[in-house]
T-cell receptor, first 111, second 117 residues
Framework: KQEVTQIPAALSVPEGENLVLNCSFT??????LQWFRQDPGKGLTSLLL?????REQTSGRLNASLDKSSGRSTLYIAASQPGDSATYLC??????????FGKGNQVVVIP | GAVVSQHPSWVICKSGTSVKIECRSL??????MFWYRQFPKQSLMLMAT?????????EQGVEKDKFLINHASLTLSTLTVTSAHPEDSSFYIC?????????????FGPGTRLTVL
């Protein structure tokens, strides 16, 4: 069974600093890995999807890397803003399309 | 594109009653829909996978007679929580697949907050 762990569980950073969020997974046989954003009481917004054959994906200030062999992915958010405050979820997809989620990184960006 | 809606967004019901939650793909045909449950401070847990026109596949530990899933069309799936009890209070989120060239990409609804008194 795929286990996904996200560290740290929570962090606060001053506005302008870069954010580094870590995700690890136990089974390297993944189809893809996704990063989502979740605001309190809301659904999920997809941020980046990395296919198993890819090493990274970028969108604006966001960059996600994937190292399948070590079972790790990292989400980088450059020049953080207060609007980046949210919970970030990492999910590993198996080849039968089932997503295993971590508990999330709860981020607070302090103005 | 790839918008998924859920209705209702929140519901409060008495213990013992049944509650139906709808999940719709608004601008694409969803060949597969997924239902998740999220307890406070916890990760999303997959409950079941449903393909249009066939029976849902439930994850281990999820009671199929308690959580009835119907996926009768390519744009609508419903989850009915039968004889709800306070321990069923949770945030239920659906997702749908079928819109993207990334075959395995799921698009998520906004969630439904269920509170059972």
């Amino acid at each position: 069974k795929q286990e996904v762990t996200q560290i740290p569980a929570a962090l606060s950073v001053p506005e302008g600093e870069n954010l580094v969020l870590n995700c690890s997974f136990t089974d390297s046989a993944i189809y893809n890995l996704q990063w989502f954003r979740q605001d309190p009481g809301k659904g999920l917004t997809s941020l980046l999807l990395i296919q198993s054959s890819q090493r990274e994906q970028t969108s604006g200030r966001l960059n996600a890397s994937l190292d399948k062999s070590s079972g790790r992915s990292t989400l980088y958010i450059a020049a953080s803003q207060p609007g980046d405050s949210a919970t970030y979820l990492c999910a590993a997809s198996s080849w039968d399309n089932r997503l295993a989620f971590g508990k999330g990184n709860q981020v607070v960006v302090i103005p | 594109g790839a918008v998924v809606s859920q209705h209702p967004s929140w519901v409060i019901c008495k213990s013992g009653t049944s509650v139906k939650i709808e999940c719709r793909s608004l601008d694409f045909q969803a060949t597969t829909m997924f239902w998740y449950r999220q307890f406070p401070k916890q990760s999303l847990m997959l409950m079941a996978t449903s393909n249009e026109g066939s029976k849902a596949t439930y994850e281990q530990g999820v009671e199929k007679d308690k959580f009835l899933i119907n996926h009768a069309s390519l744009t609508l799936s419903t989850l009915t929580v039968t004889s709800a009890h306070p321990e069923d209070s949770s945030f239920y989120i659906c997702s749908a697949r079928g819109a993207s060239r990334n075959y395995n990409e799921q698009f998520f609804g906004p969630g439904t907050r269920l509170t059972v008194l």
